[in-house]
């Protein structure tokens, strides 16, 4: 079973950064991609940012240029490095592997970013 765990999100001002981090951990570790979903009140959740088997990446476009997603290998850890933050990237911020395709099983508890002045 792999278990993931975010940490990293909090308040921040309008133009502020965050980094987002995702640790896995569990027996039989086999995710081949990683990502990152975002819900926001009354929203569906949608993914934000994925990273996969040799180091791609993809980015929904109202972040791209602003959020970097990377992955520490020997960590077992995911990052979401989010610069200018703007009030309508406020959500939960939710961790998701999977051993093939994303979304894939696993799910963290998800931590909320709070864009406001």
């Known amino acids: 079973q792999v278990q993931l765990v975010e940490s990293g999100g909090g308040l921040v001002q309008p133009g502020g950064s965050l980094r987002l981090s995702c640790a896995a951990s569990g027996s039989g570790l086999s995710i081949s991609a990683m990502g990152w979903y975002r819900q926001a009140p009354g929203k569906q959740r949608v993914l934000v940012a994925g990273?996969?088997?040799?180091?791609?990446?993809n980015y929904v476009d109202s972040v791209k240029g602003r959020f970097t997603i990377s992955r520490d290998m020997a960590k077992n850890t995911v990052y979401l490095q989010m610069n200018s933050l703007k009030p309508e990237d406020t959500a939960v911020y939710y961790c998701n592997g999977a051993t093939r395709f994303l979304p894939g099983d696993y799910w963290g508890k998800g931590t909320l970013v709070t864009v406001s002045s």
């Open positions: 990273i996969f088997r040799g180091g791609l990446t």
